[in-house]
């Protein structure tokens, strides 16, 4: 059975940081692309970041560009999400899902994944 577990979401305030997880299971781990996505109340999903877990190589929306930071550990078939100076509309459920390999030419459409979490709250005061 595939399965996707974020966590780390939380509460926190403007220009702090968190630090996801997304422990994935039931898949051969170096055959996929993983991604973050998240979405905030009223507004479509949006792709955050995406790495693949071949090669290493790393995307990310130009919203998170410089702030934000995504890494794997394929020993512990784990990707995190490095989430530094958080703003308010960083505030969304954040939810890992996977690809398999190659990755799309859009990464980050939400459609081109194959298996998803259920997803972690983020929310950043101001």
């Known amino acids: 059975e595939v399965q996707l577990v974020e966590s780390g979401g939380g509460l926190v305030q403007a220009g702090g940081s968190l630090r996801l997880s997304c422990a994935a299971s039931g898949f051969t781990f170096d055959d996929y692309a993983i991604g973050w996505f998240r979405q905030a109340p009223g507004k479509e999903r949006e792709g955050v970041s995406c790495i693949s877990s071949s090669d290493g190589s790393t995307h990310y929306a130009d919203s998170v560009k410089g702030r934000f930071t995504i890494s794997s550990d394929n020993a512990k078939n784990t990707v995190y999400l490095q989430m530094n100076s958080l703003k308010p509309e960083d505030t969304a459920v954040y939810y890992c899902?996977?690809?398999?390999?190659?990755?799309?030419?859009?990464?980050?459409?939400?459609?081109?994944?194959?298996?998803w979490g259920q997803g972690t709250q983020v929310t950043v005061s101001s």
């Open positions: 899902a996977a690809v398999l390999l190659p990755l799309p030419n859009l990464w980050e459409d939400a459609y081109e994944f194959d298996y």
